[in-house]
């Protein structure tokens, strides 16, 4: 198996808090990962410890072959990311956002307007930043992921705050990535119906473990064999976590 992103017993401590625990992720190239769990299981944690953010206490990632901390510069180099709700200059306008990016980058002036079209915001580059709605603000900052077509897209809750046609544009775009440039996509998001339709494979993270990895049909099955409700990744997602959080309790009250 060809994984581009791999994670082995990644652990972050915070004094006596365990944010991620002994996580092992196998992230297939050119596929789109659903990194889920609920507020505060540690994905955010995870996916800024692959962007070099914020060190691991424990245990090691390699990402197209470089190893961290080692080639931390060559893997940021392979890196798009959205983490987060992005920020702008507000007084720049869209494409003059994206031109600060393309400078830092060292990329070439086209990969502006190749990501301005990827994102559908051609036709609006040249208006303020504070004057773009939230949904064209979610593309311009997938727009900063896109520059320069990187081989790796890391996307915190992208369609965070969107409207319903918001969420379906931006859907139909990250599902079209892999095939169109090649690149694989690890993304989190609390809007589990959206990620059942994009997703290859789900990684279900629940207070800094990793309770399930592996395709969605893989997950079904495993959650028939348990007994859990199957019906879809939102029932399915419920059931495992409520299930972890029980055992929880009970070995906490032993």
């Not at 060190?55 to 090691?60: A, C, E, H, K, V």
């Not at 990969?111 to 915001?121: H, K, Q, R, T, Y």
């Not at 939230?134 to 900063?144: E, F, I, P």
Request: hydrophobic content about 40%; some cysteine; overall charge neutral.
């Amino acid at each position: 198996m060809d994984y581009i992103i791999l994670t082995e017993q990644l652990t972050k401590k915070y004094k006596n808090f365990t944010s991620v625990s002994n996580v092992s992720l196998h992230i297939r190239k050119g596929s789109i990962y659903g990194f889920l769990g609920p507020n505060g299981a540690g994905k955010s944690t995870t996916m800024k410890m692959l962007l070099g953010l914020t060190p691991p206490t424990n245990g090691s990632f390699t990402i197209d072959g470089k190893h961290f901390p080692n080639d931390r510069l060559a893997i940021l180099k392979e890196i798009g990311s959205f983490i987060e709700s992005p920020s702008f200059y507000a007084n720049l306008t869209g494409r003059e956002n994206l031109d600060v990016i393309r400078r830092i980058l060292g990329l070439p002036k086209q990969s502006v307007e190749d990501a301005l079209e990827l994102v559908g915001l051609t036709e609006f580059g040249d208006r303020l930043a504070k004057k773009y709605s939230l949904g064209m603000k979610q593309r311009l900052g997938l727009a900063g992921a896109l520059l320069g077509r990187p081989p790796i897209l890391i996307l915190d809750e992208p369609t965070n705050g969107l409207d319903p046609s918001g969420i379906h544009e931006i859907r139909k775009l990250i599902k079209s990535l892999p095939n169109l440039y090649d690149c694989t996509v690890l993304i989190s998001s609390h809007m589990l119906s959206e990620i059942e339709l994009m997703a290859d494979d789900i990684g279900i993270l629940n207070h800094g473990r990793l309770l399930f990895e592996g395709s969605l049909d893989d997950l079904r099955q495993s959650a028939l064999q348990s007994g859990l409700a199957a019906d879809n990744l939102e029932d399915v997602f419920l059931s495992m976590v409520e299930k972890d959080n029980t055992a929880r309790k009970q070995r906490a009250k032993l």
